[in-house]
C-alpha cells in the first residue's frame, strides 16, 4: 500500500509536456533539470544547393509524402547515401507516439514528429531506437504566418526525446524545407561529462550540409545498433542515459549493461534486471538491449 502510494507521489510530480503545444517555459524547465548549455553553432559552407520544396498549396499531411521524396533528392546532392548500404527518408507524422517517452528526471513527453531519417534496413517497429534525423515540417503558409519561433519548443524536446529513446545520436531539424532552418543537436564533452545544446539558424543549403556531416560523422548506418560499452560514437548516448536521466533509471541501465546484456534473451534473470527501469516500459527496453 505504501510503496502505492509513494508512486502516486512520484508521477504526480513529473511534468507531462505535449510536443505539439510544449511552450518555451517547459522546455526551459526540463532543460534547466538536465543542466543543458545552449550555445549557437557555426554555419558551415555548403558546396552544394539545396532546391526548395513547393508546397503547392497543401496542409502538412498532404505535403508530407512528397516532402520525403524531395529531401531525399536534396541531400543525396550533398552527399547523403541512402539505399541498401546506407540509409532511408521515413514519413512518420501519422505516428502520434512514436516519442512518447517518461522518467523521473525528464518528465512525460508525448507526441511524435513528421520525417525521419533511419538506416535502410530499419522496420517500421524498429525506427524510434534508429532514429538518426528528425525533420519537424512546417508549410510555407504557417511560416509566413507565425514564423519558426512558435515551435522552436516542440523542435528541442523533440530532441531530447528522440536522445533518450534512440540508440543512435540525434539531430533535429525545423523548417518550411522551402526558406530556413532551424537545427539542433546536442554535443557531448567528455572531460567535463557535459552535454550542449547546439543551434544553427541558417538557409537550405547549410542545413543540408549539417545533415550530411552529422550522418556520416555521428551515427551508423547500421538497423542492428546499439550503444556498447568501449565504442567510441557509444560514449555520448551512454553518458546521456546515465547522468541525465533519472538516477534510479541511469543505476539500472548501468547494471543491465555490465551483467545483463550478456544473460540469455528472454530469459527470467535478465527480465527481472530489464523491470528495474521504473520509467520505461518494460517491453521497449527489452528491445533496445536484447
Not at 175 to 182: G, Y
Given at each position: 500500500m505504501?510503496e502505492?502510494l509513494d508512486?502516486r507521489?512520484?508521477?504526480?510530480e513529473?511534468?507531462?509536456v505535449v510536443?505539439?503545444s ?12 538536465l543542466?543543458?548549455n545552449?550555445?549557437?553553432?557555426d554555419i ?7 532546391e526548395?520544396f ?5 496542409s ?18 550533398f552527399?547523403c547515401?541512402f539505399?541498401?548500404n546506407?540509409?532511408k527518408?521515413?514519413d512518420i507524422?501519422?505516428r502520434n507516439?512514436?516519442?512518447?517517452f517518461e522518467d523521473?528526471?525528464?518528465g512525460k ?5 513528421d520525417?525521419?531519417v ?24 504557417a511560416?509566413?504566418r507565425?514564423g519558426?519561433?512558435v ?6 524536446l523533440?530532441l531530447?526525446?528522440?536522445?533518450c529513446l ?8 525545423l523548417s518550411?524545407?522551402?526558406?530556413r ?6 554535443s557531448?564533452?567528455?572531460?567535463t561529462?557535459g552535454f550542449?545544446?547546439i ?5 537550405l543549403s547549410?542545413m ?6 552529422f550522418?556520416?560523422?555521428?551515427t551508423?548506418?547500421?538497423?542492428t545498433y ?9 560514449e ?9 536521466l533519472?538516477p ?9 549493461l555490465m ?5 540469455p534473451p528472454?530469459s527470467?534473470?535478465?527480465?527481472d534486471m ?5 520509467y520505461?516500459p518494460?517491453e ?7
Amino acid at each position: 500500500m505504501k510503496e502505492e502510494l509513494d508512486r502516486r507521489e512520484i508521477e504526480a510530480e513529473i511534468m507531462t509536456v505535449v510536443l505539439s503545444s510544449a511552450s518555451q517555459s517547459k522546455f526551459d524547465a526540463i532543460s534547466q533539470k538536465l543542466g543543458l548549455n545552449a550555445v549557437v553553432g557555426d554555419i558551415p559552407s555548403p558546396n552544394h544547393y539545396f532546391e526548395p520544396f513547393n508546397w503547392n498549396g497543401e496542409s502538412e499531411p498532404e505535403g508530407t509524402p512528397r516532402a520525403c521524396q524531395h529531401l531525399e533528392t536534396q541531400l543525396t546532392k550533398f552527399g547523403c547515401i541512402f539505399g541498401r548500404n546506407g540509409y532511408k527518408v521515413v514519413d512518420i507524422h501519422t505516428r502520434n507516439s512514436l516519442l512518447n517517452f517518461e522518467d523521473r528526471r525528464v518528465g512525460k513527453l508525448t507526441g511524435g514528429s513528421d520525417v525521419a531519417v533511419v538506416p535502410f534496413k530499419t522496420a517500421s517497429s524498429g525506427v524510434k531506437f534508429q532514429l538518426c534525423v528528425l525533420f519537424e515540417l512546417k508549410t510555407d503558409g504557417a511560416v509566413l504566418r507565425d514564423g519558426l519561433e512558435v515551435s522552436f519548443a516542440q523542435a528541442k524536446l523533440e530532441l531530447i526525446a528522440a536522445w533518450c529513446l534512440s540508440h543512435q545520436r540525434c539531430m533535429v531539424v525545423l523548417s518550411d524545407i522551402s526558406s530556413r532552418a532551424l537545427v539542433y543537436e546536442l554535443s557531448y564533452t567528455a572531460a567535463t561529462n557535459g552535454f550542449q545544446l547546439i543551434e544553427y539558424d541558417c538557409n537550405l543549403s547549410e542545413m543540408a550540409h549539417l545533415v550530411t556531416e552529422f550522418l556520416s560523422s555521428a551515427t551508423l548506418a547500421d538497423a542492428t545498433y546499439v550503444p556498447i560499452e568501449g565504442n567510441p560514437i557509444s560514449e555520448p548516448k551512454l553518458a546521456f542515459k546515465r547522468c541525465k536521466l533519472s538516477p534510479i533509471d541511469s543505476l539500472a541501465l548501468q547494471d543491465f549493461l555490465m551483467y545483463g546484456q550478456f544473460l540469455p534473451p528472454g530469459s527470467k534473470e535478465r527480465c527481472d534486471m530489464v523491470s528495474q527501469f521504473t520509467y520505461h516500459p518494460i517491453e521497449e527496453y527489452y528491445h533496445m538491449y536484447s
